[in-house]
């Protein structure tokens, strides 16, 4: 992998930054139009989170560079966090292993909910057709788990049906994922602690403060509610995501400009950008 610049450790890049449906075309060119999916490289290990469409164009990029061994943790299972699954092609080569981490929902497993849309009539073939080694994991919001010198935390969201967010640490470098997260009409003293100093925090910004009036209760947040986190919790860089299918590109542009004369250091979110942190 590329050399880590300015002693930063934590390589981000964004493959999906809309949410609830993909939305390709002329209008969304500038940010992208791909659903949730995020990987971050710390030294040699490879995580990815979410596999929303946009999975697909990361899992060719990484046939670059055979075998491929990542982990893929998820947030929670709706169609747009899961969807590109099926058509992540390294999980289809015998030689490559991915290590698969979820919540359990209504005493399915991980593996079960995942095979569940590769089952007629849905898909044309089932997850046994995936033959790279995968090993699945169920995980607990809370829980903290350690991978040598990378430190993942997991934290409870605020969705329907619930979601889980993320924290990763590596040689004093942090990066928190929080998304499908509606905010509360009070301060979530718990979120606040949990993104607390980090580098960077990518965040549910679907609506705007106008537009969540007509949309409480639909489980996500705004960018406004972003910079009041990202303040609270004394977040360096806020990374503005998860982007409602028709905010197109003018529209994204006008919220990086509001965002940036409120929190210098806010920017939203666009599929293929890479960072480090």
């Not at 943790?73 to 030689?95: E, K, M, N, R, S």
């Not at 509360?184 to 925090?201: H, Q, S």
């Not at 590109?249 to 890479?274: G, L």
Request: hydrophobic letters at 35%; glycine letters at 8%; charged letters at 20%.
């Amino acid at each position: 992998m590329t050399n880590s610049p300015n002693n930063k450790n934590i390589r981000l890049k964004l493959w999906g930054v809309r949410g609830s449906l993909p939305a390709p075309g002329p209008q969304t060119q500038l940010f992208g139009g791909n659903t949730s999916c995020i990987e971050m490289r710390c030294g040699e290990e490879i995580f990815i989170f979410d596999a929303g469409s946009g999975i697909r164009e990361l899992g060719l990029d990484l046939l670059k560079s055979m075998p491929i061994k990542a982990r893929i943790f998820f947030t929670h299972y709706h169609w747009d966090h899961i969807l590109g699954f099926p058509f992540f092609v390294p999980a289809y080569i015998p030689t490559n292993e991915f290590h698969i981490y979820g919540e359990s929902k209504r005493r399915r497993s991980p593996k079960q909910i995942l095979s569940g849309q590769m089952v007629f009539p849905y898909f044309p073939v089932s997850l046994d057709a995936m033959r790279a080694k995968l090993n699945f994991h169920t995980l607990k919001a809370g829980a903290t788990i350690k991978f040598g010198e990378i430190t993942i935390k997991t934290h409870r969201l605020n969705h329907p049906f619930d979601a889980m967010g993320y924290r990763v640490e590596y040689k004093g470098s942090s990066v928190a994922y929080i998304t499908d997260y509606e905010h509360f009409d009070y301060t979530d003293e718990p979120l606040i602690e949990f993104v607390k100093g980090v580098d960077a925090m990518i965040y549910d910004s679907a609506f705007n403060e106008a537009e969540y009036v007509t949309k409480q209760g639909w489980g996500h947040s705004t960018w406004e509610q972003g910079v009041k986190l990202a303040e609270a919790g004394e977040v360096k860089s806020l990374i503005i995501s998860h982007h409602e299918p028709t905010h197109h590109d003018n529209h994204m542009a006008k919220v990086e400009t509001e965002a940036q004369e409120v929190f210098p250091n806010a920017t939203v979110a666009r599929e293929k950008h890479e960072f480090w942190f």
